[in-house]
């Protein structure tokens, strides 16, 4: 990790949208960055979205949520913080120290689904690529 620039995806419980954002951006991005996912209300890791990550590919199974204050209390800088939730929640969000550039994605919620679940597995499938398509399209133009 020495010399990379490091970037934080962040939601409410840091359960399904930041832990597909960062495991696709570390899955497509070049060796000069590195990202790490964070919730400001940390929850438990959402089983259908590490269902639908695997069908893609990517296995976040062993992955645990962290919380937000924690990586501003240890002084983790961080090149870019993007938030995956929605506007108003994304104001919660605390300010990190250091230059920091901030960027907001708006992600529909997997925990906010209806239905069976097959029904929650179609949703949570479109929202993993519209998440893969942002993050591809962010790496483009980062280089």
Known sequence: ????????????HNSA??????????????DDYIAGSAGIEPGTL??????VMQEAG????HKQTNAVM???RSGD???YVITVCDETSAERCPIFPG??????????????????????LVEIRKIRDTIKAKISEW???LG
């Open 17 to 30: 949208r930041s832990q597909m954002a960062e495991a696709w951006f570390n899955e497509l991005c070049s």
């Open 58 to 61: 990517v296995d976040i199974s």
């Open 70 to 72: 924690d990586y501003i």
């Open 46 to 51: 959402n089983p259908l979205v590490v269902k």
């Open 77 to 79: 800088l961080f090149s």
């Open 99 to 120: 230059v920091t550039k901030r960027l907001h994605w708006s992600f529909p919620d997997p925990s906010t689904l209806e239905g069976t679940e097959e029904e929650k």
């Open 1 to 12: 990790m020495a010399g990379k620039k490091r970037v934080l995806f962040v939601c409410i």
């Open 139 to 141: 790496v483009k133009e």
